[in-house]
């Protein structure tokens, strides 16, 4: 599959962007990528793909470090009894501080985790960066990627579509 | 006249687009203006930074008695300063994570900067509690681990909860700010001229390049690190404010410590923020940014934890009285007019008469006006640290065991050195990073949205 190729077009306005993508979605193309200088909720909605699982991710990941921490000072204040006036040993209000800080460092270093491995970032070279003006993806400019083979696009001119959207110039670039 | 309202009044300057963002802000790190007074302010910082280094080997060296502690008074400048550096940070994550989700879209010009000021904050926060230990070349036995002595941490010890509760805090709020820097990162790799420039930026950005599905992930991550930072940041003072209500001492033992003294956190660091930034926004040109409008808000913020802090001294005098103890009415007589009564007065100057001010509007949008406030909100700040660790810990109960406490050269030293260090850290956080956050910036001035 040599062949997989991507139109990749950028537009100086958002609008044009999400009109250029509403259409595109309105055709039925599902193998569709924005990349934008940051994220909003039209291109949310418009855009297909599973909702991110990052948010179940965390919360495993607090739930996991907050029993840990618990089970780890019970069984500390049980290795070393230490009687202070008579306290139980098994103290449990004096344990939920610690419980709460693990869970929330716990949930949050999941959550780095989770964004890298879902992203699968860092990855430094991506076929797109060979565009030159995708500098501007990061700046002030909108990029629509579609790939070719799609077979809803089969009898449309993707390029003269995506112009017609206001697309300043359109690039092929690998997969 | 008509004033206008000030829900009218655009947070972000007319004129500006993406493209005006960019240049404006990227330009500071990239193009480097104003050298020389950057390198005078951060040859001025890194000498005292110097001072510091020399404070901790001495300590190293001799130990803490080059300190002015004594028994009674065993907490002194250490705790005095802990407790006071950790509350700065206290308004960056405030800024981020509560007024994020509070939807407080004046926020999106500021965040980046007092985020850093947290991280800063709290660097120059953790290095007191463990230099106070004593030897503190074993302060990882604070931490809980197999060891071959067989000891564990005192888990039912405010002390112990402040380990895991500062650690938890400097780690997130380091992983929040620096989720937050990636696409900022992409946009400066993206912008840089000399290639090793490009590369540093592009390493550092993860090779980020805005795909739709990258920001599904991003934003859900970031929001619910927001949501994770806003009881953490009420924890963490909180478990400060127990470390001294926990002790029996009149003076320390009393409810209302925990909430007084996150709003003392937020109410100081948002005095330093404001420190900060208006020079900032001055030197850079980020004055369609950070207008005066941000400066207001900031300000009235200032006046309503300033009311909460004053509600707590006032808290601990009624209940002095009220409680009909002897040694807690004594404690409360004795600030105010024992030996330390020049500081308790310049604490209610500085934290209570001086912010009426802000009452007329004027001031609250001057910023020449509003950063005398702050620094003087940042004095009385510190001094009320003092006046709790100080005053409460001096004359207890018995007057035999009673003492005195002062501030050594050393104290002073190290105080003022985490200053400089503070400060040298903003300067090098300024050169090489976008002050401002630009992906959200951008994204307020183009769709109206924020961050959610």
Known sequence: MSAARNLLAGFAEHDQLVRALRRLRELGCTRLEVYAPFPSREVDELLPGRPTPAGWLMLAGGMLGGSGAYFLQWYAAHDYAYNVGGRPLHSWPSFVPVTFELTVLCAALTGLVALLVLTRLPRLDHPVFAEPAFVRASQDRFFLAVHTADPHLAAIDVADLLRGFGAERIEEVGE | ?452
């Open chain 2, 1 to 452: 006249m008509n004033a206008p309202l000030a829900h009218a009044e655009p947070l972000v300057a007319p004129g500006e687009s993406a493209r005006s963002i960019d240049a404006r802000i990227s330009r500071v790190p990239l193009d480097f203006p104003h050298p020389v007074l950057w390198w005078l302010g951060f040859a001025a910082a890194f000498a005292v930074v110097m001072v510091m280094l020399t404070a901790i080997t001495w300590v190293f060296v001799r130990g803490v008695g080059i300190w002015g502690i004594n028994i009674p008074v065993a907490w002194g400048f250490a705790i005095t300063n802990f407790v006071w550096w950790i509350g700065i940070g206290h308004a960056g994550t405030f800024i981020s994570a509560i007024l994020l989700l509070l939807h407080q879209h004046w926020r999106t010009s500021i965040n980046r900067l007092t985020e850093a000021m947290t991280l800063f904050a709290v660097a120059c926060a953790a290095m007191f509690p463990l230099l106070h230990l004593g030897r503190p070349q074993y302060f990882y036995w604070l931490l809980p681990y197999p060891d071959t002595m067989g000891l564990w941490p005192q888990w039912r010890s405010p002390l112990v909860w402040d380990v895991f509760a500062v650690s938890t805090y400097g780690i997130v709020s380091l992983v929040f700010w620096y989720l937050g820097l990636v696409p900022d990162l992409a946009t400066m790799r993206d912008r840089a001229g000399p290639a090793w420039k490009r590369r540093l930026y592009g390493v550092f950005a993860l090779g980020w390049r805005g795909a739709a599905q990258h920001w599904r992930h991003y934003e859900r991550v970031y929001l619910i690190l927001a949501g994770l930072a806003t009881p953490l940041v009420v924890s963490v003072h909180s478990i400060v404010g127990m470390d001294f209500a926990v002790a029996i001492l009149p003076g320390w033992h009393s409810t209302i410590f925990p909430p007084y003294f996150v709003a003392g956190a937020i109410f100081s660091g948002f005095a330093m923020v404001l420190t900060i930034v208006i020079p900032l926004r001055a030197l850079y040109g980020f004055k369609g940014y950070v207008t005066d409008r941000h400066l207001e808000l900031m300000a009235k913020v200032l006046m309503v934890t300033g009311w909460i802090v004053a509600y707590g001294y006032f808290s601990e005098f009624f209940t002095a009285w009220i409680s009909g103890e002897e040694f807690d009415r004594f404690m409360v007589i004795n600030r105010a007019t024992g030996p330390y009564w020049a500081t308790f007065w310049t604490l209610i100057t500085c934290n209570v008469i001086v912010p009426q001010a802000l009452w007329w509007r004027r001031l609250r949008r001057s910023a020449s006006g509003l950063f005398v406030v702050s620094l003087l909100v940042n004095v009385g700040m510190w001094v009320e640290r003092y006046v709790i660790v100080v005053t409460s810990l001096h004359r207890d109960f018995l007057p035999s065991s009673w003492g005195m406490f002062n501030g050594t050269k050393w104290d002073w030293a190290l105080f003022i050195g985490t200053l400089g260090f503070f400060s040298a850290l903003l300067f090098l956080f300024v050169r090489v990073l976008p002050a401002l956050s630009m992906t959200e910036l951008k994204r307020f001035v183009v769709t109206g949205e924020e961050t959610e």
